[in-house]
């Protein structure tokens, strides 16, 4: 007589003997790392079998994802395959091709990889292997978003929803034909030079071939941390951000708790990355356009910028920061020179430790007529295009203040963290 289907318990415990502990993220990447270093030496001995063997291991270990271990370890395998690659014959390449289809390993991977690009099909065509073509990531989120405009959902809606939660008032701002929603395109490279300028952190990491540099923004705010997000997957060419997060102990933060640095970050060939030299940022701007320059001014003002009113004195002001004794300190007086070619005057004030160019008045109002279309910051641009209403006699001053005050998003400083995640089911299929 045959046995009666396990009860919950027992198949519990079965499933508890036959399953292995799963590794932690930091247990995972010390694996990968060995290894590594182990499939470098086999390289170095010229031995390509041990070298087919631990790729292998590090493909079913997912080494290679760089969502699960982290570009930098990512790429080093991506290395130790492409070097393996150069050293095979046609026989052995053909052995590696065929291995790493039957361990699911995409076309594109490998193009990239083998530094083949599109011709690893004429590779594949030649072994005789088929790998059938994913349906890609762009694809599926494009079906996504069919199906639910279908049921009645749009970026518009997705973009509005998001601003409703750090309590900004869609529905009166639109009364007065502000379009909250235009801040999420149009991302050219004089705005992310502008953020290279102020936000934007970038050094060069090391690996065993070639230099990478991680280009990473840092936030504690909430707004900025959705809008970070996004401007780093415009710019990824994979279309993949890492994202870490860490305690904030800079020294003004140092007795508020619970404060989460939230980090956005990519990793760049050091050979396409123009922009470790200032020299080169700044022989950059000096050739640029107007409409160009006030690009990376907005940029500049999304980053360590500030738009907003000075009730006491009933005027708008824009402020940039910068540290009084860093490199990006002449940013301020390259963004100085530019608005004098502009006609709109500017001052520079210095404490002992901190530098900010300031525009008042009526030299505001022109500096907020041209950014207005360009600053991406949700918050910065509805107030920009509020205070020129406001200046114009679109709205009054009742309608303004009521309107241009937003205690909650003031609440968002510091909550980067939980506003990530609150905006996440908004802002899923795009990133």
């Known amino acids: 007589m045959g046995k009666g289907p396990m009860t919950n318990k027992e198949g519990q415990e079965l499933s508890n003997e036959v399953s292995p502990p799963r590794p932690t993220q930091a247990g995972r990447i010390e694996a990968c790392r060995e290894m590594i270093e182990e499939a470098m030496k086999c390289l170095e001995n010229n031995d390509k079998q041990c070298t087919m063997r631990l790729i292998e291991e590090l493909i079913k270990a997912n080494c290679h994802d760089g969502k699960l271990v982290g570009g930098e370890i990512a790429n080093h395998v991506r290395d130790a395959f492409h070097e393996l690659w150069r050293i095979s014959d046609n026989k052995t390449r053909c052995e590696i091709l065929s291995l790493l289809k039957n361990?699911?390993?995409?076309?594109?991977?490998?193009?990239?990889?083998?530094?083949?690009?599109?011709?690893?099909?004429?590779?594949?065509?030649k072994c005789g292997i088929e790998i059938e073509r994913r349906t890609t990531k762009s694809k599926i989120i494009k079906d996504i978003e069919s199906l639910m405009r279908e049921l009645g959902w749009s970026r518009e809606i997705m973009c509005k929803e998001v601003l409703r939660l750090?309590?900004?008032?869609?529905?009166?701002?639109?009364?007065?034909?502000?379009?909250?929603?235009?801040?999420?395109?149009?991302?050219?490279?004089?705005?992310?030079?502008?953020?290279?300028?102020?936000?934007?952190?970038?050094?060069?990491?090391?690996?065993?071939?070639?230099?990478y540099v991680k280009v990473s923004l840092h936030t504690t705010d909430g707004v900025s941390a959705v809008l970070f997000l996004?401007?780093?997957?415009?710019?990824?060419?994979?279309?993949?951000?890492?994202?870490?997060?860490?305690?904030?102990?800079?020294?003004?933060?140092?007795?508020?708790?619970?404060?989460?640095?939230?980090?956005?970050?990519?990793?760049?060939?050091?050979?396409?990355?123009?922009?470790?030299?200032?020299?080169?940022?700044?022989?950059?701007?000096?050739?640029?356009?107007?409409?160009?320059?006030?690009?990376?001014?907005?940029?500049?003002?999304?980053?360590?910028?500030?738009?907003?009113?000075?009730?006491?004195?009933?005027?708008?002001?824009?402020?940039?920061?910068?540290?009084?004794?860093?490199?990006?300190?002449?940013?301020?007086?390259?963004?100085?020179?530019?608005?004098?070619?502009?006609?709109?005057?500017?001052?520079?004030?210095?404490?002992?430790?901190?530098?900010?160019?300031?525009?008042?008045?009526?030299?505001?109002?022109?500096?907020?007529?041209?950014?207005?279309?360009?600053?991406?910051?949700?918050?910065?641009?509805?107030?920009?295009?509020?205070?020129?209403?406001?200046?114009d006699g679109k709205i009054d001053h009742n309608t303004f203040k009521e309107l241009y005050e937003s205690e909650y998003y003031e609440l968002k400083r510091g909550r980067a963290l939980e506003f990530l995640a609150r905006a996440a089911p908004q802002a899923h299929t795009h990133g």
């Open 103 to 125: 361990l699911g390993v995409s076309r594109r991977w490998l193009g990239d990889a083998s530094g083949s690009g599109g011709k690893i099909d004429n590779w594949l065509k």
């Open 166 to 211: 750090i309590g900004i008032k869609v529905d009166e701002i639109e009364e007065h034909g502000v379009n909250v929603c235009d801040w999420i395109t149009n991302i050219n490279e004089a705005y992310f030079v502008g953020l290279v300028m102020s936000d934007i952190a970038d050094r060069v990491v090391r690996g065993k071939k070639r230099e």
């Open 230 to 391: 996004i401007i780093l997957l415009h710019f990824s060419q994979t279309g993949n951000v890492g994202i870490s997060f860490n305690w904030d102990d800079t020294p003004e933060r140092r007795d508020v708790k619970d404060i989460v640095t939230v980090e956005f970050y990519v990793y760049v060939r050091r050979e396409k990355w123009r922009w470790l030299n200032i020299e080169e940022i700044i022989k950059y701007v000096k050739t640029l356009d107007p409409e160009d320059i006030v690009r990376v001014i907005a940029g500049e003002v999304d980053g360590d910028g500030e738009v907003y009113f000075h009730f006491a004195n009933s005027e708008p002001r824009i402020k940039i920061s910068a540290c009084k004794k860093c490199t990006k300190r002449i940013f301020l007086d390259i963004i100085q020179e530019a608005l004098l070619k502009l006609g709109i005057m500017s001052r520079i004030y210095e404490s002992e430790t901190a530098a900010e160019l300031e525009v008042h008045g009526e030299d505001a109002i022109k500096l907020l007529r041209l950014l207005a279309p360009h600053l991406h910051h949700p918050v910065k641009r509805i107030r920009a295009m509020l205070m020129l209403m406001h200046h």
